[in-house]
């Protein structure tokens, strides 16, 4: 079984300010590691992913995530952030298990960056 | 296709009345998921189909949901005798190998 734990249900932040929005994960066996984000009154879409390899990867719009075996973490980050990232970000967890790999999502996290 | 399609994007209907929900994967993905977005709450799990494996069925909530996948592609989502908790935004996805999910708009239904 797996299961990502997201503690921050919500992170207000001010335009140009960094954020970090937190991921842990529990898993048995080895995972994929995705961030997905859903901007208001659309679908999801993914932000970033990790396979294997390096452990730091990026997205094209300045994100960054961070693969910590040993803490178990997946947290996103951007260094300065703009107001078109007030969205939704969901941590996910995908771990092969005996019918394949399943996809497992944290409940989000509300990023709401203000002026 | 391009992308993971679903339909209809929209539906309004009745309570009692039966529903299906429509999602055609990307072309050669093995995995498609379906997923359930409520007002304010997160991404509940209701299915899961990979390859030719039986389909874990163990998100779906109750009795009156049930799911296809015909051939390896298309699948549908059915909802019995609707009832107005079961409003909410439907999301497909689906995947090749697991190493990523691409998602679709949704199917946001409404049962007044």
């Known amino acids: 079984a797996q299961s990502v734990t997201q503690l921050d249900s919500q992170v207000p932040v001010f335009e140009e300010a960094p954020v970090e929005l937190r991921c842990n994960y529990s898993?048995?066996?080895?995972?994929?590691l995705f961030w997905y984000v859903q901007y208001p009154n659309q679908g999801l879409q993914l932000l970033l992913k990790?396979?294997?390899?390096?452990?730091l990867v990026e997205s094209i719009n300045g994100f960054e995530a961070e693969f910590n075996k040993s803490q178990t973490s997946f947290h996103l980050r951007k260094p300065s952030v703009h107001i078109s990232d007030t969205a939704e970000y969901f941590c996910?967890?995908?771990?092969?298990?005996?019918?394949?790999?399943?996809?497992?999502f944290g409940t989000g996290t509300q990023l709401k960056v203000e002026l | 296709g391009a992308g993971v399609s679903q339909s209809p994007s929209n539906k309004v209907t009745e309570k009692g009345k039966d529903v299906e929900l429509r999602c055609d994967p990307i072309?050669?993905?093995?995995?498609l998921y379906w997923y359930r977005q409520s007002l304010g709450q997160g991404l509940e799990f209701l299915i899961y189909f990979q390859g030719n494996s039986a389909p874990d069925k163990s998100g779906l909530p109750s009795d009156r949901f049930s799911a296809e996948r015909t051939g390896g592609s298309v699948s549908t989502l059915t909802i019995q005798r609707t009832q107005q908790e079961d409003s909410a935004v439907y999301l497909c996805a689906s995947s090749l190998q697991g190493d990523g999910y691409t998602f679709g708009s949704g199917t946001r239904l409404t049962v007044v």
């Open positions: 996910a967890v995908s771990g092969l298990t005996g019918g394949g790999n399943k996809l497992t």
């Open positions: 072309s050669g993905h093995t995995a």
């Open positions: 898993s048995s066996v080895s995972v994929y």
């Open positions: 990790y396979l294997s390899g390096s452990t």
